[in-house]
């Protein structure tokens, strides 16, 4: 038998999972990620590894990471990580561990969980979402991830919004995730209302003037970010995931906001909440091979 290796790289923790051919989980360990310091957290996926496959003898390994592999240099590009950028992550752990990987990114890592095993999994075409401290997203056909020709298929995070508005750290300006990632959301009440609140003390203040106003502008920049995907992907289904994916409204006002915008005259296109929660990253990347 073929064991499946996961592990999940995230900015506060690491996860391991080890399944079997049928996908039952045989262990799984959490431990937290070390801050800022890129040898060190190549020693605890190393040590993390070796501990969750000490029973067994053949597996395969897949790692989510924060960030992308560039197809040009073979290093961790566009990582919120920021010790990783640069660096050769894949082929230091495959050095240490003496053992192939396959490496993707959290929203790839996501929506093969998701349509493999959580919402999406009876729909062809899927493009799962990332909504947190950034967005992302990937794309899924048959099951199988497609990543593009330059690995950045599904990278809705950075179409351009609104031209010339907020500042992005890719360097570009009016990019989707300036305007309805969490701190994005966060800064623009703080605009609103000049008090700094976290998104879920902002979610009890929506009865205001303010809080309408805030919403409002969230639903229509939500909209047309999701609505210029569908009429570029029309896919089979959308799945949310990240913090912002536990937002109630996304799946009522936020889908109509999407379906006014898109350009049909039939939109029927399920937007539906993820399945998986916080474990679809690891999960995702234990089904990589």
């Not at 996908?23 to 190549?42: A, C, F, G, W």
């Not at 920021?82 to 053992?99: A, M, N, S, W």
């Not at 500042?167 to 959301?185: D, F, H, N, Q, R």
């Not at 109630?248 to 909440?273: A, H």
């Amino acid at each position: 038998m073929l064991y499946k290796l996961g592990v999940d790289l995230g900015g506060t923790k690491t996860e391991a999972i080890l399944l079997d051919d049928s996908l039952n989980v045989l262990e799984r360990k959490r431990i937290p990620t070390p801050k800022d310091n890129y040898s060190e957290i190549v020693d605890s996926i190393s040590n993390l590894v070796l501990e969750v496959s000490r029973n067994v003898s053949d597996f395969s390994l897949g790692i989510c990471t924060p960030g992308a592999i560039s197809k040009k240099t073979g290093l961790i590009k566009n990582s919120n990580t920021q010790c990783l950028i640069g660096k050769p992550l894949k082929e230091d752990l495959e050095k240490q561990l003496k053992k192939n990987i396959a490496m993707e990114n959290d929203a790839n890592c996501f929506v093969i969980a998701e349509s493999k095993m959580g919402a999406a999994k009876n729909f062809e075409l899927v493009f799962g979402v990332i909504m947190g401290t950034g967005v992302g997203g990937g794309i899924t056909i048959n099951g199988k991830l497609h990543a593009g020709r330059t690995n950045i298929a599904g990278e809705w995070g950075h179409h351009t919004l609104h031209r010339n508005g907020n500042s992005c750290y890719c360097g570009k300006t009016g990019c989707v995730e300036t305007y309805i990632s969490g701190p994005a959301l966060e800064q623009q009440w703080k605009l609103l209302s000049g008090e700094s609140k976290s998104v879920p003390e902002i979610l009890s203040n929506l009865d205001s003037e303010i809080g309408k106003t805030w919403k409002d502008e969230f639903l229509e920049n939500f909209g047309y970010g999701i609505a210029n995907v569908v009429d570029i992907l029309d896919p089979d289904a959308i799945v949310l995931g990240g913090g912002l994916s536990n937002i109630d409204f996304l799946y009522t006002e936020g889908k109509k906001s999407v379906y006014d915008k898109v350009f049909s005259d039939l939109v029927e296109t399920p937007i539906l909440k993820n399945e998986l929660g916080d474990s679809a990253g690891v999960f995702g990347a234990a089904l990589l091979n």
